[in-house]
């Protein structure tokens, strides 16, 4: 079994998406941390329940991590190992969604090689060309969740990111967010407008 680290938005999607279609027969479970307090993800500003309705609607199990706000990185890993520890099969990989940046990569690497996992990068250096065309061809779409305030002249909570998108943004801002300029949901075509599965 492996474990894909989802946070809710488009880079843990592709993520899945790139790994299923090179592994078919792998089973993945999903994981995510949270805030437990507010029951928000981080960054992506996403609640709880929502994540919920994505694993879902994907069929898969999911793991969930409360951690306290703002969580220094050995509390996190300590939690982190023991929701590992106590999955119900053995975890053989652990997946990101990371594009390129190196140093998140190396971190990720290190830190849990030392617990004793294989990490892997299912979009690593992806060209957008082949990221951009995934979105569109499934039944999602991507809506910002979250954006810097230096950047909220150029970009919306709610709107759409698709290639339009893309294309409009300043040279400043990079085209998948990679800097945290801003965050994504990932909201599936069969909810209906009150965020329930239809069928």
């Known amino acids: 079994m492996d474990i894909l680290f989802w946070s809710g938005g488009k880079d843990a999607y592709l993520a899945l998406e790139f ?3 090179q592994n078919p027969e792998t089973k993945i479970k999903l994981l995510t941390t949270f805030e437990g307090k507010s029951e928000i993800v981080p960054h992506q500003n996403i609640p709880i329940e929502n994540i919920k309705k994505q694993a ?6 999911l793991s969930l991590i409360p951690l306290p706000k703002n969580c220094p990185n050995n509390l996190y890993l300590k939690k982190v190992s023991k929701a590992l520890n106590h999955q119900s099969k053995p975890v053989e990989h652990l997946l990101f969604g990371d594009w390129y940046l190196q140093d998140i990569r190396e971190w990720r690497e290190e830190q849990f090689n030392e617990l004793g996992y294989e990490c892997r990068f299912p979009i690593w250096k992806e060209s957008l060309h082949n990221l951009l065309p995934i979105l569109l061809l499934k039944p999602v779409e991507i809506h910002i969740s979250a954006v810097d305030d230096k950047f909220k002249k150029y970009i919306r ?5 698709n ?3 893309v294309q409009q943004l300043p040279k400043e801002i990079d085209p998948m967010g990679e800097n945290g300029e801003f ?3 990932v909201v599936f075509k069969e909810w209906d ?3 329930h599965v239809e069928g």
């Open 183 to 185: 965050h994504t949901e």
């Open 19 to 21: 790994y299923r279609q």
């Open 163 to 165: 290639q339009h998108f």
């Open 157 to 161: 909570i709610g709107e759409r990111y």
């Open 56 to 61: 879902e609607t994907l069929n898969l199990n």
């Open 193 to 195: 407008e009150d965020g």
